[in-house]
């Protein structure tokens, strides 16, 4: 459709639907020979136009209406769904009772004519040639409907202003350094500001939270390490419908002549709703010269959107997010900023810091998953026991927990009070306590490290005192609880607490934005499985590995299974086109790793290896939105880098969340690991719950602390539609 057309045509039949006083005879007859050359002559639309404007700039109530609502249509580039449009049998059949014969303006009958290219053009003709237009337009449903679906549409809108006059500052114009500005943030109908995308704001997720509310209150949560701001968190009344109130920050940048970079998020009782970051050239004086490659001077993307629905049933069940760890690189250096939000208190944050982490990071990485990997790996280790004991831990976990503890103090620098001031990390400790569910939300890739991740679980936060052969492991944590109470060891540095690893804390769930999102649409979250009864998992495996023929069966006898095996990519492909709306877990118990000729990722089952373009050319459509886990068995070259790059195909065919491992899991622990979390998981638990329970589990029944080595990639609360579980 002609945008100008339907802009201008849509925007007068919603103004003579709110007009309160009546049009002129001589108004209703000026319309009505708009309408007969709308019918004769469409494509006459520019003279047409010109005359329909001079219409109704001759009446100013009319004119100031018509005004407000081209705003809105221009916010949405006059793109309505096609649904909202009835046919012109339909229309013919409200305004006169029955459906009659239409004339189109070639003269031939037709009762639904296809050759009008925009169908406004045929609605509006008809409603203009009645009499009294505007007591027309008001007894037609569906242009209420419209004029609904307008005031339900906004946008997440940010600009700036001088300080002084509040004038707007344009998005064709920097920033000047040492100047003062404001940021305005709004939630409206008129898209503006330096907003290029037409991403709305996620209105359907909050659409059962409202009851009888009027009003919610959204936080605004602003961080720069480029821009001095006045405050990190305000709150935004959003009302039901129309614009919000108008935040104002104050900000200076800190730059002198460089890009800047602003993140905001918006937040609804800890979830987060949307994010946008703000890029601003910032000049040293008025007036300097702004090369080309350096245009336009600001520029907005939306960086994450939430379409998952709120409820207050759901949000009274579950956690709200005690943290939130924002991890984003600056790309002008590689450097990595971490935000820390404390959720629990007004979402204040707590630490706003940047550093330099590119290379410190990826040793320091490196050094916690070498640890894992030989624990699990050795003989000496855990790879061929599931059973161990306090000998074993003794062994392995100071040494976790010393490589744990530099990975902390990189990433929290507890001990920097030129960056926290007074709080030497007590703030964060104090918020953070046992079962706190911490959101990991990276905005883009680690620059430097490729698409790293960080191992969050294995953060230990307590103080050690090396050497790492004179530490040993708490006799007591198998009979306290997760906060040490009572412990007469509690605060002996020499002494180890598994407690202390974050793994076994908290529950961590690192949110779908985590991956570099090229070519795909702005993630969202899936926080439910659309299962049936029985339950479809997808088992694609190595066949040479000893448990799996028992690991099957021992999955079918925990519920209502269907289990659906590839051992070869031919079996797969069957599977997937055969069974592509039906999964609800797509399970890999096979070989994975990075190619070393081709360096791409894959996944090997028992014929060859899976790699990104065969996801992508299955062309799949997950419609229950499966949970994938990767399940990585015995191999030397496995670990988050090994498959992230496959997350993204995973997501784009529907996944709601994918369980990783940090490295190469021993066949016998992998095999129980997934038996015991599928057992939770088919009650209908919360995957994140049910994660660190069967670490937990693992850690204190056991033994043994494999259980850290497995991430979740998706929201705490992914679950099952319905339970499955026998009785």
């Not at 410190?360 to 061929?384: C, D, P």
């Not at 009572?486 to 991956?515: M, S």
Request: proline letters at 6%.
């Amino acid at each position: 459709m002609n945008s100008s057309i339907t802009k201008t045509l849509l925007a007068l039949l919603l103004t003579l639907k709110e007009l309160t006083v009546p049009l002129s005879i001589d108004e209703q007859e000026l319309l009505q020979n708009i309408g007969q050359q709308l019918n004769l002559y469409p494509d006459d639309w520019d003279l047409i136009q010109e005359q329909l404007i001079a219409i109704i700039q001759e009446n100013s109530a009319l004119n100031q209406i018509y005004q407000d609502n081209k705003v809105k249509l221009d916010a949405l580039d006059g793109r309505i769904p096609q649904e909202l449009l009835p046919g012109l049998a339909d229309l013919h059949k409200q305004l006169f009772g029955e459906t009659k014969e239409i004339i189109t303006y070639d003269g031939q009958i037709k009762g639904e004519p296809t050759n009008l290219v925009n169908p406004v053009i045929s609605l509006t003709t008809s409603i203009l040639l009645t009499d009294n237009q505007d007591s027309t337009v008001k007894q037609l449903a569906f242009i209420q409907e419209i004029s609904d679906y307008l005031e339900n549409y906004r946008f997440f809108n940010t600009y700036f202003a001088n300080l002084d006059t509040h004038s707007t500052v344009p998005p064709s114009e920097p920033l000047i350094h040492g100047q003062t500005y404001l940021l305005f943030i709004d939630i409206s109908p008129e898209r503006k500001g330096i907003e290029n995308q037409d991403i709305p704001f996620p209105d359907t997720a909050l659409a059962q939270v409202w009851h009888d509310s009027q009003s919610l209150a959204i936080d605004v949560v602003v961080a720069s390490k480029d821009f001095h701001i006045d405050a990190t968190v305000k709150k935004l009344t959003l009302p039901r419908s129309g614009a919000s109130d108008i935040l104002q920050f104050t900000v200076k940048p800190n730059l002198f002549d460089a890009r800047g970079y602003i993140q905001v998020d918006l937040l609804y009782r800890g979830y987060l709703l949307q994010s946008k970051q703000l890029t601003v050239l910032v000049i040293p004086t008025a007036g300097a010269e702004i090369p080309e490659s350096l245009r336009p001077p600001q520029t907005a993307k939306i960086t994450f959107t939430t379409t998952d629905l709120l409820t207050h049933d759901k949000l009274a069940l579950l956690p709200e997010r005690f943290l939130t760890v924002d991890v984003q690189v600056d790309p002008r250096d590689g450097s990595t900023d971490l935000r820390f939000l404390d959720r629990t208190q007004g979402n204040q944050e707590l630490v706003s810091y940047s550093t330099n982490l590119q290379s410190g990071l990826g040793n320091a990485i490196a050094r916690v998953r070498q640890k894992l990997h030989s624990m699990a790996a050795t003989k000496e280790g855990y790879q061929f026991k599931t059973q161990g004991d306090m000998t074993l831990l003794n062994a392995w976990l100071p040494q976790l927990a010393d490589a744990g503890r530099y990975l902390y103090r990189l990433l929290i620098p507890e001990n920097k009070s030129l960056t926290l001031g007074d709080d030497q990390g007590e703030k964060l400790r104090a918020a953070l306590k046992p079962d706190s569910v911490i959101q990991v939300n990276p905005i883009n890739p680690i620059l430097g490290l490729g698409k790293a991740t960080i191992p969050w679980g294995l953060l230990y936060e307590r103080k050690i005192m090396p050497p790492v052969k004179q530490l040993h492991v708490c006799e007591e944590f198998p009979h306290r609880d997760v906060d040490c109470t009572g412990c007469p060891l509690k605060d002996n540095y020499k002494v180890v607490c598994p407690h202390a690893f974050w793994g076994y804390r908290y529950a961590i769930e690192q949110l779908p934005a985590w991956t570099s999102n090229e070519g795909l649409q702005t993630p969202s979250l899936v926080w439910q499985i659309a299962n049936n009864q029985p339950l479809y998992i997808n088992f694609n495996v190595w066949r040479d590995f000893r448990f799996w023929q028992n690991h099957v069966p021992k999955i079918e006898q925990l519920g209502s299974v269907k289990m659906l095996i590839a051992q070869e990519i031919i079996e797969l492909e069957n599977i997937w086109t055969s069974y592509s709306s039906h999964l609800d877990i797509v399970y890999f118990y096979c070989h994975g790793g990075i190619d070393e000729i081709e360096n791409l990722p894959y996944l090997q089952l028992s014929d060859d290896k899976i790699y990104s373009n065969f996801i992508e050319a299955c062309g799949v459509n997950w419609q229950h939105r499966p949970l994938v886990l990767l399940n990585g068995c015995a191999t030397g070259d496995y670990s988050p880098e090994s498959y992230i790059s496959l997350i993204d195909d995973f997501r784009a065919a529907g996944a709601s969340g994918v369980i990783g491992t940090e490295c190469p899991v021993p066949e016998l622990f992998a095999e129980l690991y997934a038996f015991t979390l599928l057992k939770r998981v088919f009650r209908g638990e919360p995957l994140g719950k049910a994660m660190l329970a069967v670490r937990r589990e693992m850690l204190q029944q056991n033994f043994n602390p494999l259980g850290l080595l497995y991430s979740l990639y998706a929201p705490y609360e992914i679950a099952l539609a319905r339970a499955i579980a026998h009785n």
